[in-house]
């Protein structure tokens, strides 16, 4: 394969430049130059010569970064088109060199620029993103599950978050609950995530309910949202959630914590539900509470942080979900096994 031809950014003069073809994935590209023409790479190995007017014609070839466009480029010299530059740094070097890009979206170049990560990942793209932003996701609890989902949810560009949460900040909490700190100490922790939210992302919209949800208040609490995260560690809200999501048709993602233990499951709004799974709540609740047992930090913020991947994807409309599944975690260990989760014959959200 032949050595790639690089060309700088500030030389790069666009009116010589007989086609400029930008392999990025399609979707995932906001921000363009001016003239580029989109085309995947593969597509443009196997016909070269349907993008490129002349075997000696001067072409371009854009990236994110220039690595790409520099294999591509030199493949292209190999196959006999002489004249094919890759761009020196890509997308990126070309912005940071000050020149000017065409916009592909009606989506602000501030809200681009912060997003920028989320936006290049071909699955999510701009249209997925702007799926997200135009989300409304509630978060039961604001504890240690409900800190990293609603830190991960508000840092993503989710565009409404409605926090329902009673309880007020305890000095026992701050070890798994990085929402709070010790200033918080005897405040509402709903009013605390809203104060705290509002820094990560000024422009999310917060709606917080300081009261438990329960069998009477859960459809009007949840109604308008496209998912809720069962953030709960509460038995008596965990089923009022399966009930009302189930009457609503919004898709559940449960998380639960005990000692050393996550637990991870998506309840799909046509699918097996947390009473499927537990039809009847412990004999002794109360055993399984971690002011009993005891937790350990970090493994809520990873079942929380997985928490808010899967509410991510159900809100952007991408990804494999883990929909009728339950993963089960073991910190001590570092391992996870996942088994299926089926429709209990007998389970009210089959006859209702």
């Known amino acids: 394969m032949a050595a790639p031809s690089f060309v700088s950014p500030t030389d790069v003069d666009l009116g010589s430049i007989a086609s400029i073809l930008d392999i990025r994935p399609i979707g995932s590209r906001p921000l363009v130059l001016d003239g580029s023409v989109a085309v995947a790479s593969s597509e443009l190995l196997a016909d070269p010569a349907s993008f490129i007017p002349a075997p000696h014609a001067r072409v371009l070839v854009v990236c994110d970064l220039g690595v790409r466009s520099a294999s591509v480029a030199s493949a292209l010299a190999a196959a006999g088109y002489g004249n094919v530059q890759s761009l020196e740094g890509g997308i990126e070097g070309w912005r940071s060199a000050g020149r000017s890009v065409t916009t592909t979206t009606h989506l602000p170049a501030a809200v681009v620029d912060r997003f920028d990560r989320h936006i290049k990942l071909a699955e999510i793209g701009v249209a997925g993103h702007e799926r997200l932003m135009g989300s409304r996701i509630a978060v039961v609890g604001a504890g240690g599950l409900g800190s990293p989902v609603l830190t991960y949810l508000a840092a993503a560009g989710v565009g409404a978050l409605r926090i329902i949460e009673p309880d007020k900040v305890e000095t026992s909490n701050l070890h798994r609950q990085p929402l709070y700190g010790p200033t918080d100490v005897g405040v509402k922790k709903a009013d605390?995530?809203?104060?705290?939210?509002?820094?990560?992302?000024?422009?999310?919209?917060?709606?917080?309910?300081?009261?438990?949800?329960?069998?009477?208040?859960?459809?009007?609490?949840?109604?308008?949202?496209?998912?809720?995260?069962?953030?709960?560690?509460?038995?008596?809200?965990?089923?009022?959630?399966?009930?009302?999501?189930?009457?609503?048709?919004?898709?559940?993602?449960?998380?639960?914590?005990?000692?050393?233990?996550?637990?991870?499951?998506?309840?799909?709004?046509?699918?097996?539900?947390?009473?499927?799974?537990?039809?009847?709540?412990?004999?002794?609740?109360?055993?399984?509470?971690?002011?009993?047992?005891?937790?350990?930090?970090?493994?809520?913020?990873?079942?929380?942080?997985?928490?808010?991947?899967?509410?991510?994807?159900?809100?952007?409309?991408?990804?494999?979900?883990?929909?009728?599944?339950?993963?089960?975690?073991?910190?001590?260990?570092?391992r996870s096994d996942t088994v299926t989760i089926s429709h209990r014959p007998d389970c009210p959200c089959r006859h209702s």
């Open 192 to 334: 605390a995530a809203n104060h705290y939210l509002r820094r990560v992302n000024p422009d999310v919209e917060i709606d917080t309910f300081e009261i438990e949800l329960n069998e009477d208040n859960a459809v009007n609490l949840l109604d308008g949202c496209q998912v809720v995260v069962d953030a709960t560690d509460r038995f008596d809200a965990r089923y009022a959630i399966a009930d009302a999501a189930h009457h609503l048709g919004i898709p559940v993602v449960f998380g639960a914590v005990y000692r050393w233990e996550g637990r991870l499951a998506v309840f799909p709004a046509d699918g097996p539900c947390y009473r499927c799974l537990f039809p009847d709540p412990p004999t002794d609740a109360r055993a399984l509470e971690c002011a009993i047992t005891g937790v350990l930090g970090p493994v809520a913020g990873t079942i929380g942080a997985m928490q808010a991947t899967e509410a991510i994807k159900i809100a952007s409309g991408v990804g494999t979900e883990l929909a009728g599944r339950l993963m089960i975690y073991d910190g001590w260990s570092q």
